[in-house]
């Protein structure tokens, strides 16, 4: 793994943020990619980013991995099975319900996804926060998986990653939407936002994991208003996610129709852009 992050110029750059569940409304943007030929040249994600943005760098298809996801969420019994093997189990960790995330990710990982960075056909940079030195790691070299599981390794829900003295956890905890870690003004960045806030009833009273995600959402949500009032990718997507929960995983037919209507959003903004900005989307193609 490395934490040193590539420059490059002129160049298309594809930015999958965290949200859980919501994050597979990524898959109909890659979708619509691969319908209109673009091809990005980087690709950085966040939490569950990380995880579609590595199998689509590593040569599946939108469709690849939505054929994928459904078949995984049509087998419960056998996926709970696995979350359940996966668990920590020991009080002395502080939450036996923690998950290994590099243990469920090697249960899952499709077979045709290579496990090195250096084997993936598109660069990817993994975010993950250093939780003692309170600032971004961004992986771009080295194991996979490891790199992925920290960048997924939300607070509560999955073990920290022990990684070269440093304790990682998820990515979307401190850059949810990291469009600013590669590039310049000159690239074209197209950013999928699938961060949402708490859902439920207003007359129902939360439990502790409802709170718990809730104000992660409510965290992520602030750190990405504040990041756009400096800077701006060229195109900013957000599918109509918001009233999934982060965990609904076994709901991914819903999340992926509700958010089919984010392929004419990016048809339109790319052609506006081929309108305004012809000369950096043309580095697109």
Not at 92 to 114: I, Q
Not at 162 to 188: C, M
């Amino acid at each position: 793994m490395e934490s040193q992050v590539k420059k490059s110029t002129d160049t298309f750059h594809l930015v999958l943020g965290a949200g859980g569940a919501r994050g597979l409304a990524h898959i109909p943007v890659l979708e619509t990619l691969d319908e209109l030929g673009l091809r990005p040249a980087n690709i950085v994600g966040a939490s569950i980013g990380s995880v579609i943005g590595a199998c689509y760098a590593g040569g599946m298809s939108g469709k690849d991995i939505r054929q994928f996801i459904l078949e995984l969420a049509s087998k419960k019994t056998t996926v709970a099975t696995a979350v359940i093997s996966v668990r920590l189990g020991r009080f002395k960790n502080g939450n036996p319900l923690l998950l290994d995330g590099e243990k469920l990710l090697s249960r899952f990982w499709p077979t045709t996804v290579p496990r090195q960075f250096e084997e993936l056909d598109i660069p990817l940079h993994a975010v993950a926060t250093d939780f003692h030195a309170r600032d971004q790691l961004v992986f771009t070299k080295g194991e996979l998986l490891p790199a992925i599981a920290a960048s997924i390794a939300i607070p509560g829900a999955f073990k920290p990653v022990h990684y070269q003295e440093r304790i990682l956890i998820d990515g979307g905890t401190i850059n949810p939407l990291p469009f600013d870690i590669i590039g310049s003004e000159k690239d074209f960045t197209i950013a999928v936002d699938v961060t949402g806030g708490p859902h439920a009833e207003v007359s129902q009273s939360p439990n502790g994991f409802a709170i718990m995600f809730g104000s992660l959402q409510l965290l992520q949500g602030a750190i990405i208003t504040e990041k756009l009032k400096s800077r701006k990718p060229d195109i900013l997507l957000k599918p109509d996610v918001d009233h999934f929960r982060m965990l609904d995983f076994f709901a991914a037919q819903k999340v992926l129709t509700a958010s089919e209507a984010i392929k004419d959003t990016l048809k339109r903004q790319i052609e506006l852009s081929l309108k305004e900005k012809p000369q950096r989307i043309n580095s697109m193609a």
